[in-house]
C-alpha cells in the first residue's frame, strides 16, 4: 500500500518532536546518577553524597578502573623494597668492622715488616724507585704502607687517624733524622688529624734507647705502642714489644720463596761463614778453630778485615750461594747477639750456629738472653757458648744422611715461615686491640 507523502511527512515530524522531547526531559528534568564507567563526582569535604554539588552532578577526573590493583601493586613492592633494606643491613652488621691503619717506612727494616712479616705487594716493583707503595688486609685490619726518599713530612696521603712510623734509632744521626719525624707526627696528634701512633724501631744495639722514652704515652708523650728491636729490658708485652730484626733488607736481601731444588739438592759445603773479622773479637777465634782443625777446607769462609755497609751485586751472589750450598751457616756475634746472618740462613734453609753469648750494653740479661724472641718461638738453631765446640759439631754433621738433611731443611723452613706469621698475627692483634678497643 502506497503512502501518501503528507503523512510520510507528519510522521517524520512527530518522530524528531518525540525524541527532541525526551532529550530534553534527560538532560533538564531527569535525577539518574551519571555511570561511574564514564566520571567520577570530585571528592569535596563540603560536597553531598551521590555526586550532586548545589542541586547538580558535579563532575571530576577521569575513573581508573586498575587504581586498586595499583595501590595493591605499589604497596606490595614498597614491602619488598623495605625488606630488602633489611637484609642487606643485616649483612652489614654481620660483617666483621674493618679498620684503616697506614704505616710509613723510614727506615730500611720496614721492608722487612711489609714484603717478609705482612707479605704485602709493593708498586712499583723498582727498588730504587723515590716512592713505593702497597695495600693489605690482615685481621681486621687493612694496611697502606709508604716508603721510599720521597715519602717526606707534610706530602704523605693521610686519609686514616691511625699510623704506625718505622724508624731508626742505631746511631746518633738516624736518631737526630728519626726525632724530626716524631714530632712531625706529634703536630698532627696535637691537630687531632692522627688518635693513634705505634712505632717500630731499629733500636741500639747495646740498648741504649732513652732517647725515644719521652714519646711513649706511659710517659707522657704520644706514642701508644712501640716494637723494639733487640733484647731491650723495656719490653713488658703491654706497650713495649719485642721485634725481630730480620734480613739485612738495606743491602737488598731479597725475599726467597722456598722450592724443591732448596730443599733437596746435595750441599757441597758442611758450612759457611763470609763477613767481618774484628781484632780480639771471637770471630778471630772462629776462624783459628777452623784452620786449625783443617775445616775451613769443608767449610766455605770468606773473611775481611773491614765491615762494609753496602754490597755489590757480585759479593751479594756469592753470600746468597753460600748461603744456599752450606748445611750450616756460623754466625758469630758481633756488636748484639741477634744479626741478619740469623735470618737469611733461615731463607735458606741452612741451620744457624748461633754463639748464645751477651754482649756488652744495657740489653736485658734474663735466663732466656740473648734472642729470647727467637728462642720463645722454639727456634731450632744450634746454639754453642764457645767456637771451640764447633769441630764436634762438624764431626755430628759428616754422619747425618742426606734424607735427615733434607728433612731438617725441610722442618727450618717451615719453621721460619711459621714464625713471620705469628709475627704478622701478632703484630696485627696488638695493633686491634689497643688502637680500636673502644670503637
Not at 163 to 192: C, D, F, M, P
Not at 193 to 202: C, D, I, Q
Request: charge should be positive; hydrophobic fraction near 40%; aromatic fraction near 12%.
Amino acid at each position: 500500500m502506497k503512502i501518501p507523502k503528507r503523512k510520510l511527512f507528519l510522521l517524520i515530524i512527530f518522530a524528531y518532536v518525540a525524541f527532541s522531547l525526551y532529550a530534553a526531559y534527560n538532560v533538564f528534568f531527569s535525577n539518574k546518577v551519571i555511570s561511574r564507567v564514564h566520571r567520577v563526582v570530585k571528592k569535596e569535604s563540603n560536597a553531598p553524597a551521590g555526586g550532586v554539588k548545589d542541586g547538580a552532578p558535579f563532575v571530576a577526573d577521569e575513573w581508573n578502573p586498575w587504581e586498586d590493583e595499583e595501590v595493591e601493586y605499589n604497596s606490595a613492592l614498597n614491602k619488598k623494597r623495605k625488606a630488602f633494606k633489611q637484609y642487606m643491613a643485616r649483612i652489614d652488621r654481620s660483617k666483621p668492622k674493618r679498620y684503616k691503619v697506614q704505616i710509613w717506612g723510614k727506615a730500611a727494616i720496614g721492608l722487612y715488616l711489609w714484603e717478609h712479616i705482612l707479605e704485602g705487594p709493593l708498586n712499583p716493583t723498582d727498588k730504587v724507585a723515590q716512592w713505593r707503595e702497597g695495600e693489605i688486609q690482615s685481621g681486621k685490619v687493612d694496611f697502606s704502607f709508604y716508603t721510599g726518599p720521597a715519602v717526606v713530612q707534610g706530602h704523605v696521603p693521610l686519609e686514616m687517624n691511625s699510623l704506625v712510623l718505622i724508624l731508626n734509632g742505631r746511631e746518633q744521626q738516624k736518631v737526630s733524622y728519626s726525632t724530626r719525624w716524631l714530632e712531625h707526627v706529634q703536630a698532627l696528634v696535637q691537630s687531632n688529624t692522627v688518635s693513634h701512633v705505634a712505632v717500630v724501631l731499629l733500636g741500639n744495639e747495646q740498648c741504649n734507647n732513652d732517647w725515644i722514652a719521652p714519646h711513649l704515652k706511659t710517659n707522657g708523650g704520644f706514642v701508644d705502642l712501640l716494637f723494639l728491636i733487640y733484647d731491650s729490658p723495656w719490653v713488658n708485652d703491654k706497650d713495649v714489644f719485642q721485634w725481630p730484626l730480620g734480613v739485612a733488607t738495606y743491602r737488598e736481601f731479597p725475599m726467597i720463596r722456598p722450592n724443591a731444588q732448596l730443599i733437596t739438592s746435595n750441599r757441597p759445603y758442611l758450612c759457611n761463614f763470609l763477613g767481618t773479622v774484628y781484632k780480639n773479637s771471637s770471630r778471630e777465634v772462629l776462624m783459628n778453630v777452623l784452620k786449625q782443625s783443617g775445616l775451613d777446607k769443608e767449610c766455605l769462609t770468606t773473611a775481611r778485615e773491614k765491615w762494609v755497609p753496602q754490597e755489590t751485586t757480585e759479593s751479594l751472589r756469592r753470600y746468597q750461594t753460600a748461603l744456599a750450598q752450606s748445611e750450616l751457616t756460623l754466625c758469630p756475634v758481633g756488636i748484639n747477639t741477634e744479626c741478619y746472618r740469623i735470618y737469611e740462613a733461615c731463607s735458606y734453609g741452612s741451620v744457624p750456629v748461633v754463639e748464645d753469648v751477651l754482649t756488652p750494653g744495657n740489653c736485658a740479661a734474663g735466663p732466656s738472653s740473648p734472642l729470647r724472641l727467637l728462642k720463645a718461638a722454639g727456634a731450632p738453631f744450634i746454639f754453642v757458648s764457645d767456637w771451640r765446640e764447633l769441630p764436634a759439631i762438624l764431626e755430628r754433621e759428616r754422619g747425618i744422611s742426606q734424607e735427615q738433611r733434607v728433612d731438617r731443611r725441610r722442618r727450618l723452613l717451615e719453621w721460619y715461615s711459621g714464625f713471620r706469621q705469628q709475627m704478622k698475627e701478632r703484630f696485627t692483634e696488638v695493633i686491634e686491640e689497643n688502637f680500636f678497643k673502644t670503637v
